[in-house]
């Protein structure tokens, strides 16, 4: 854990951008697959970004940094960094056979996983609920199980 | 209605669901542990020692709370749990990283962190709550004491 937190409106706010990307991705994959597959590889970039150097560091991060955060009240609480990106790596995963899908014609595998990015997006955006951070623990339980 | 529409439809749908309903639940002790699987002498309590022996029990209740590193709400729990451990006599607070002990993690049935289990003076499971509680929903779980009924 760091010394120092992050305003927990960041994070939601990259969530808002992301759910926005796999939804237009999802409504213009029938009819375009290869906009789909593009607007998902970006998202997989900026996943990476985000699981790599932090969450304060992808383009939204510093978006919301420089531009969104001087507007709002300072936050009740501030929240440790490493929930949201360990989230990121789990999204990155998503958005990469995502992209695959759109990009090989292999267009419902890519539909499914934009869908469930979308609802983890979504439930961050709307009800500040980390899925990513969730399935954490299930995975260290099933990992360590003992054969 | 195409794939992709449908795909969406759904995705919103499920996610909204599943907030609302995670919303309801979250902080919520609901009630005593179905069937006490466990025999009389030995408790959640025996368990939870045996792997942290500093551990110490309290005489009125113990908040038994698993945290791991990955877990926002983990702070928030761990903000409201010490501060009513602190205030009330004989409640004390013990947060345990759920990684560093899965073998407990399994045997309590523990899914979601934070997960707090309030226990008894004589360390047996009286109720617990998945996802972070407000102070009233922990106050309200407690057992009564003479000091404050």
């Known amino acids: ?147 | 209605m195409n794939p992709g529409l449908l795909i969406l439809v759904l995705a919103v749908v499920v996610a909204v669901g599943f907030g609302l309903h995670r919303r309801r639940v979250d902080g919520r002790f609901a009630g005593a542990p179905a069937a006490p699987a466990q025999p009389a002498e030995e408790t959640v309590w025996t368990s939870v020692a045996a792997a942290l022996p500093e551990a110490e029990l309290g005489e009125r209740a113990t908040l038994v709370q698993f945290s791991s590193a990955f877990c926002a709400p983990c702070r928030t729990t761990r903000v409201v749990l010490a501060d009513v451990a602190e205030r009330y006599d004989g409640v004390a607070h013990l947060e345990i990283d759920a990684e560093q002990h899965l073998d407990l993690v399994r045997e309590l049935d523990v899914r979601r962190t934070p997960t707090t289990l309030i226990l008894d003076p004589a360390g047996r499971e009286l109720t617990r709550a998945a996802g972070a509680p407000r102070r009233e929903q922990v106050l309200a779980a407690l057992p009564t004491s003479e000091e404050t009924r």
């Open chain 1, 1 to 147: 854990m760091t010394a120092t937190g992050i305003d927990p409106r960041g994070p939601r706010f990259t969530a808002t951008v992301t759910l926005v990307v796999f939804a237009v991705a999802l409504l213009l994959s029938d009819a375009a697959p290869g906009v789909a597959a593009v607007l998902t590889g970006v998202q997989a970039a900026l996943f990476a970004i985000g699981a790599g150097l932090g969450v304060q560091k992808t383009p939204t991060g510093l978006f919301f940094r420089s531009v969104v955060r001087p507007r709002l009240t300072p936050p009740a609480e501030l929240e440790d960094p490493a929930p949201p990106r360990f989230a990121q790596a789990v999204g990155l995963v998503f958005a990469v056979v995502a992209t695959i899908g759109f990009a090989t014609g292999a267009v419902l595998l890519g539909q499914v996983f934009a869908g469930f990015a979308f609802v983890a997006a979504f439930l961050n955006a709307v009800f500040g609920f980390c899925l990513g951070c969730e399935m954490y623990l299930l995975g260290a339980r099933l990992r360590g199980r003992p054969a």
